[in-house]
């Protein structure tokens, strides 16, 4: 029996417990398939036990935890540990119903159902001995659980809370079985953790060097306990150096993660500005109601979700078309109505067009309500990826920074690959010549402004997951827009997303020394500045197309 | 000869003018000496109103100048605007002296509430009239100077101007929201007491006010129309429809915009210092896009260059503006868009414009 030497009775009934569990999970799917075969009639189900939970004295309790410990069921873990916290509510009925409380939320235990505002349920009480058997149980079932993402978060909670002799020898005998690196990696942190407090000098001098390889908080202050009070001084000043190099680190970590940021910002800014490139970039309009077009398209995302509130799953997914098509009609309907009759009058376009905006905005209110409409996220983009203990990153950025990349591309792709995309090279390079060639100028002008806004609405569902859904959501990111557009270079795609990346960067780094709103200040004078420089932006148009 | 020039050639003008010159000594007249159950009577809310309006319209006619004349549409001119405010809201909160919430005899109540030791250095001297009034002129002129220095230098023109202009007036609004920048961030300037010692609850300082308006518009007026009657309004008006023709005969384009866009912006800024002590609040929505490019419309619906456009325009719109929000508020967005709309496509010379084609009698340049 290893390294536990005291066994007292809760030790051994843990460790038949880990047997046991250790047997389930092996044969899970044989296991489960016996169960649906012949329902053994001696054996109460897990519903049966989990009610039995709300009834009875504290030692029948007991008893039925440790039935409840022989089923594998995935629900277990969530219910023992609602039960040692006291989140564990039962109701009277017979038999009771069972709800896990988390925060002002009710989930019935066994099937998941809402059950927020139900009257009448009372805490499972539980005392001190029942307690400690418990969370002995629940850190078994979790170092064992078949998904690695627990088995981890079950290591990180032993870390946390510190790691006693009794869990060190859990973790020890884990130790050889585990197959998830990360996992392995958190234990070998967690047991350096408990021999720097218990270990002989040999083992603290080799937990000091496992430790310099972690990057949780709790390694830290050990380490900087023992670089501080230890009476060895070798120790203290090994101990000193890992805190240096992990210091080392995590400044690392923490550079990646601002340049995550940056790139996030940046790829918002893209989204934002690249309907603009085409609109303005290419063909010299000033569309000032583009920041309404992004609203439109963020409010397709909220209207898709009312019509079919069944498919939230997949409502992003559907609402990239539909958002793609409103604003391309809003925008052909734009060009035709209005700009087609201001062409080489920038300047009465830019009057019309912030007109137009603002009807855009009011009817938005008007219709739907000046208060900002909650648009839900699909499971799949919420969440965090956390890659360590340091560093962690938003799904919702991450598919941002992606979906923004991806529409740059397809976008280049339509501008330098497909007839469109010449045909409105073409068009903006010389339209007299476009003409005579037989290019109908009129249609392109329609369809690249309709292009254009198309993008603005797809822009519109990307940030709809990340901000609010009301009228003013255009206003706050033309200016900016059009500042991504002007510092790239007018009609420079390439342009635009090196200046949307790289303001979203300087934004970024320049953020925690300056505070939100006077880096955006900075930004902008440094923009003002920028263009007194170069008028024509970071990657300036060459040759004849150049010319006013 | 300057009468000649500034006066008898200018029909529209003298007529809008008269009618301006007309309103300060009847309103004044039917506020003070009429009853106030009398039907004549004009309300002191319909002073102020008017007292604004006025002030509105030499914040026209500082747009006009520049975008009328020489073509430099401004996207940031609410930013002269609202800097003359602040200078003159600074010296009015000098004169509350101990009178505020907390007391303090020096201190500003949000600087007490912010736990400030002593007075900013920029807040030194505000309590002089004289000075306050310089800063008023000079803090706008001096930003318009550098801010135009710099654009004109490398020419920016055109679109790139109003899109860099606005941005300005954006950063700017962004900064004095910042309670630190020592303007009473979101809420501003406001709880005026006094001004040059005159009660400003008083109805007599209301007119006084309301009549140093219409005063400075008729001045703003004269001066603006001086300047296009001049040499240099002729060079600028040659900069508005060629530019590069003009460089190439020998003008220097860039100092010629550059001081007519400073004195736009001293004009706007006194528009501004006018305005605080009427509405008795300065705060950084002033500073917001939304308002500097409303004054553009102010005047395309007046009739741009022509300078009397601007003020028909600023009345009219805001007339317009105060009758929609308080009679069916949703509705002036959509009339405000649609008169931008509007106004460019069908109506390139706004309403003075109609008029000249009914009288056909055009003799604009």
Redesign the interface.
């Known amino acids: 029996m290893n390294s536990i030497c005291r066994l007292t009775p809760r030790h051994a009934v843990q460790q038949w417990l880990t047997r046991l569990l250790l047997l389930c999970v092996c044969s899970l799917p044989l296991h489960a398939s016996a169960q649906e075969a012949e329902p053994a009639p001696a054996q109460p189900t897990f519903d049966e036990l989990v009610s039995q939970l709300a009834t009875g004295n504290l030692r029948q309790r007991a008893a039925t935890v440790e039935q409840l410990a022989t089923h594998q069921d995935e629900r277990l873990a969530d219910i023992l540990n609602a039960l040692v916290a006291g989140d564990l509510l039962a109701s009277k009925d017979k038999p009771p119903v069972i709800a896990i409380r988390s925060g002002d939320q009710l989930t019935n235990a066994l099937d998941g159902s809402d059950l927020t505002g139900a009257a009448g349920l009372r805490r499972i009480p539980v005392n001190n001995s029942l307690r400690t058997q418990l969370r002995g149980m629940v850190a078994q079932l979790n170092l064992t659980h078949p998904n690695s993402d627990k088995r981890y978060d079950a290591v990180q909670r032993f870390i946390r809370d510190g790691v006693d002799g009794e869990t060190a020898a859990l973790l020890r005998e884990r130790q050889p079985t585990e197959g998830s690196g990360r996992v392995s990696d958190a234990i070998d942190a967690a047991l350096a953790l408990f021999d720097l407090q218990t270990g002989d000098r040999d083992q603290r001098m080799a937990a000091i060097d496992t430790l310099s390889g972690s990057l949780e908080q709790e390694a830290r202050n050990a380490l900087r306990s023992v670089a501080e009070n230890d009476e060895d001084a070798e120790l203290r000043s090994a101990a000193a150096k890992a805190i240096e190099s992990i210091q080392g680190r995590i400044e690392f970590y923490r550079f990646i993660e601002n340049v995550f940021f940056g790139l996030s910002l940046g790829s918002i800014l893209l989204l934002a500005a690249i309907g603009l490139a085409i609109t303005f970039g290419v063909m010299g309009v000033?569309n000032m109601a583009h920041g309404e077009l992004i609203m439109i398209g963020a409010y397709t995302t909220w209207g898709i979700q009312v019509l079919f509130p069944d498919l939230i799953e997949w409502s992003l997914l559907i609402a990239i078309p539909a958002a793609f098509l409103i604003t391309a009609l809003v925008g052909i309907a734009i060009e035709r109505g209005?700009i087609r009759?201001?062409y080489g009058r920038?300047?009465?376009?830019?009057?019309?067009t912030?007109?137009?905006?603002?009807?855009?905005?009011?009817?938005v209110?008007?219709l739907f309500s000046p208060l900002n409409r909650s648009v839900t996220s699909p499971e799949w983009i919420s969440g965090t990826l956390s890659i360590n203990p340091v560093l962690s990153i938003t799904y919702t950025r991450l598919y941002i920074l992606l979906f923004g990349l991806a529409v740059f591309f397809a976008l280049l792709l339509v501008m330098k690959r497909t007839t469109l995309g010449l045909k409105v090279r073409a068009v903006s390079q010389n339209r007299a010549m476009a003409r005579a060639v037989g290019v109908r100028s009129n249609w392109i002008d329609a369809l690249t402004f309709g292009l254009g806004s198309g993008i603005a609405g797809v822009a519109g569902v990307a940030l709809s997951q990340i901000t609010n859904v009301g009228p003013n959501l255009g206003q706050a990111y033309i200016?900016d827009s059009?500042?991504v557009v002007?510092f790239g270079g007018v009609g420079n795609l390439w342009g635009t997303l090196v200046s949307a990346m790289s303001l979203g960067l300087i934004n970024n780094f320049l953020e925690p020394w300056a505070?939100a709103?006077?880096a955006?200040?900075l930004v902008?004078?440094m923009?003002?500045?920028f263009?007194?420089?170069k008028?024509k932006g970071l990657f300036p148009q060459k040759g004849r197309a150049a010319a006013d | 000869m300057l009468t000649q020039r500034l006066l008898l050639s200018d029909r529209g003008g003298m007529l809008v003018l008269g009618l301006v010159l007309l309103t300060t000594i009847i309103v004044p007249i039917l506020n003070l000496a009429v009853p106030t159950d009398s039907p004549l009577y004009v309300s002191n809310f319909t002073v102020g109103l008017l007292g604004k309006f006025l002030c509105f319209a030499l914040l026209a006619l500082s747009v006009d100048l520049i975008w009328g004349y020489a073509g430099i549409l401004s996207l940031g001119h609410g930013a002269f605007f609202s800097l003359g405010g602040y200078a003159m809201g600074m010296y009015l909160m000098r004169q509350i002296g101990d009178r505020g919430v907390y007391g303090h005899p020096e201190l500003m109540d949000f600087m007490v509430v912010l736990n400030w030791e002593s007075l900013p250095w920029y807040w030194q001297g505000f309590d002089m009239f004289w000075f306050a009034m310089l800063m008023v002129l000079l803090v706008p002129g001096l930003l318009a100077l550098v801010f135009g220095w710099l654009a004109f230098r490398s020419r920016v023109t055109g679109v790139y101007f109003a899109i860099i202009t606005q941005a300005l007036t954006y950063a700017l609004m962004l900064a004095f929201f910042r309670n630190e920048m020592g303007f009473g961030g979101n809420n501003g300037l406001n709880d005026f007491k006094e001004i040059l010692g005159f009660d400003l609850a008083a109805k007599t300082t209301r007119v006084g006010l309301f009549v140093a308006s219409s005063i400075a518009l008729i001045l703003g007026y004269m001066a603006c129309r001086y300047i296009v009657t001049s040499r240099m309004g002729r060079v600028i008006i040659a900069i508005r429809d060629a530019e590069s023709r003009t460089r190439f005969s020998g003008y220097q384009v860039e100092s010629y915009k550059l001081w007519l866009f400073v004195f736009s912006a001293m004009l706007a800024a006194v528009a501004g210092a006018l305005y605080v002590p009427q509405v008795g609040i300065i705060n950084p929505g002033e500073f917001s896009p939304l308002n500097s490019i409303e004054m553009v419309v102010w005047v395309a619906t007046g009739g741009r260059g022509t300078l009397f456009g601007a003020i028909v325009g600023a009345f009219s719109v805001n007339y317009a503006k105060t009758f929609f929000t308080t009679f069916s508020p949703e509705t002036w967005l959509f009339i405000l868009g649609g008169l931008f709309v509007l106004v460019t496509l069908l109506l390139p010379k706004g309403i003075v414009g109609l008029f000249d084609r009914f009288s056909r009698k055009g003799d604009k340049q």
């Open positions: 000033i209005v009759f201001l920038p300047l009465e376009t830019l009057l019309a912030f007109g137009l905006s603002l009807v855009l905005q009011q009817a209110r008007t200016i059009f500042m002007v505070g709103m006077l955006k200040v902008l004078i923009l003002i500045l263009i007194q420089k008028p």
